[in-house]
């Protein structure tokens, strides 16, 4: 079974050197996307309904936790 997930780091480099560490090393995994804003990830994964959320606990405009 595939399961999906979505990144969401504030830091472009941290959030694409997260996203190749998973492809390669989780190739069954669907990475669905990313973004660096908290708002707008909060409105994306309601959408797509990750099933794992991998999230910087230090966004600027929201908390991760």
Do not use: K, W
């Not at 990475?31 to 600027?60: F, K, M, R, T």
Request: aromatic share 4%; net charge negative.
């Amino acid at each position: 079974m595939t399961r999906s997930v979505y990144v969401i780091e504030d830091e472009g480099t941290p959030r694409e050197l997260c996203i190749r560490f998973l492809e390669s090393a989780l190739p069954e995994l669907n990475i669905l996307g990313s973004c660096a804003d908290g708002h707008e990830a909060y409105g994306v994964c309601l959408e797509l309904q990750p099933d794992l959320i991998i999230i910087d606990i230090g966004l600027p405009d929201m908390s991760g936790l």
